[in-house]
């Protein structure tokens, strides 16, 4: 079974992601890490994000093995990741890599933001995760601050508009929801209450496949 599941910065997919493999049994791939991963690259190497042949070449040499998910998952490598991702050929660099994690036997749980329009179209269960730029934001600060940062409010919320924007709005596979996905909105939702909605949504699918 894959398991797709998109939606904009912040909005929880990758903690219902864990939670879904866990449950089911999948293994799980955050596409995110991927495009962070080349953005963190091509600033450590010194050159800018408007570089596209230094993101594309990043984007071809990427180690999965050498990754820190710590430094990955800083506020700055997101909103880079999302200047290097709208390039179409960073893009079609990474794609084999997805493929081949979503064609495991079991199946997978892969979250991004365009797995359930053009990396696994035919996924049995999409879910588009979303709620408010507010929540989203507030929820980025909380975190920041459980890493001992002292982020600004305003400038995270300003800048999650600004991806959400960017991600939406660009050429290559913009953050859309798939016809057949599930929306699922946390905005008022707890984490345990948005895990048990995403169960319901994929025992519904089951149940419907079965029938
Ligand atoms: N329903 C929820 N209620 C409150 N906090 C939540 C909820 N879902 C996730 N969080 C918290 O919000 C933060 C962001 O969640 P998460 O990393 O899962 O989002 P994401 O969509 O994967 O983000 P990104 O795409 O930017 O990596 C985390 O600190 C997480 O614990
Ligand atoms: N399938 C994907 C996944 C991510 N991106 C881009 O990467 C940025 C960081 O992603 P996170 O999920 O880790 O926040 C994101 O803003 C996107 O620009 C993507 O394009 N496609």
């Given amino acids: 079974m894959i398991i797709a599941i998109d939606g904009p910065a912040a909005s929880g997919k990758g903690t219902l992601s864990k939670k879904l493999a866990a449950q089911y049994g999948l293994p799980h791939l955050d596409t995110g890490l991927l495009y962070r991963g080349v953005a963190k690259s091509v600033i450590d190497n010194g050159a800018g994000l408007q570089d596209r042949t230094a993101a594309e070449k990043a984007a071809k040499s ?10 990955l998952k800083s506020h700055q490598v997101g909103d880079a990741a999302s200047v290097v991702s709208a390039y179409p050929e960073v893009r079609a660099a990474l794609v084999d890599l997805q493929h081949r994690f979503a064609a495991q036997p079991k199946g997978a749980v892969i979250d991004g933001r365009d797995i359930g329009t053009v990396i696994c179209p035919n996924a049995e269960v999409k879910i588009f995760v979303t709620a408010s730029p507010e929540a989203r934001a507030e929820r980025r600060v909380l975190e920041l601050r459980g890493r001992g940062e002292a982020p600004d409010a305003a400038k995270i919320l300003a ?4 991806r959400d924007e960017r991600d939406r709005n660009r050429a290559a596979s913009p953050l859309i929801q798939a016809d057949d996905a599930h929306l699922l909105d946390t905005t008022h939702l707890s984490i345990d209450a948005a895990f048990q909605a995403a169960i319901d949504i994929v025992e519904a699918v089951r149940a419907g496949r079965r029938a």
């Fill in 62 to 71: 990427l180690n999965l093995a050498s990754f820190d998910e710590i430094s």
């Fill in 159 to 162: 800048d999650i508009l600004a």
